[in-house]
């Protein structure tokens, strides 16, 4: 599903539900006559207003995460049908509700990379079936390339969730709390890891050859 396709599905979804044109003329008598009605266009209304702040920030969450814009398009698309699904667990305080679109996030983006590990798999599996010879493989290091980017040195010496953590609080501006809450971890826990995570990756920009 293109990211175009997602977010009419999301977001085009029981306009007249959302924006409550059915309850403009008289709300309160509305609300009287149909309060379960009047209820979920409130809560419908609060998730437009919702998606259409954080939806940049998601984007770009996906952007700094993935190889091509229409990649990180498809994971946004797909994480916003989700929010509307569930448009009843989200929380009502706008910071709770934030962190809760980027737990979402996360999933996602988890799900692409276990079913693109699986294609993988499955693909060198396959070439290793119908090769009936190949070369060796040189044994000589390849040293890194001068003014490799901060987030090639990230992702080789870091595991995933200490990179996540680094991710969080640096590309997408939340506190470790916040990242502990969104990576289901104790505050504690990620504390450690980061305080870990940023002594590693001093070291290694204060040594000389490695970028």
Known sequence: MSFGEAVRAGLGR???SRTGDDVKADPV?????????AANAARSARIS?????????LLDYFLRRTTTAEDAADLLGETL????RRER?????PIQARMWMFGVARKVLSGQHRSR???????????????????????????????????????????ETDQEI???????????????????????????????ARAKLRGALDTPGIP
């Open 166 to 196: 680094i991710e969080l609080v640096y590309w997408d501006g939340f506190g470790l709390a916040e990242a502990a809450s969104i990576l289901g971890l104790r505050p504690a826990t990620v504390r450690s890891r980061h305080a870990r």
């Open 29 to 37: 008598a509305a609300a009287k006559a149909d309060p379960a009605g």
């Open 81 to 84: 049908l989700i929010v509307w």
């Open 117 to 159: 590990r699986r294609r993988e798999a499955l693909t060198a599996r396959l070439a290793a079936e119908l090769t009936v010879a190949m070369p060796a493989a040189s044994t000589v290091a390849v040293p890194a390339a001068p003014g490799a980017d901060l987030r090639d040195l990230i992702e080789r010496l870091l595991d």
């Open 89 to 93: 667990a989200v929380p009502d305080d």
């Open 49 to 57: 207003e919702l998606v259409e702040r954080e939806a940049g920030d």
């Open 14 to 16: 029981d306009a007249s």
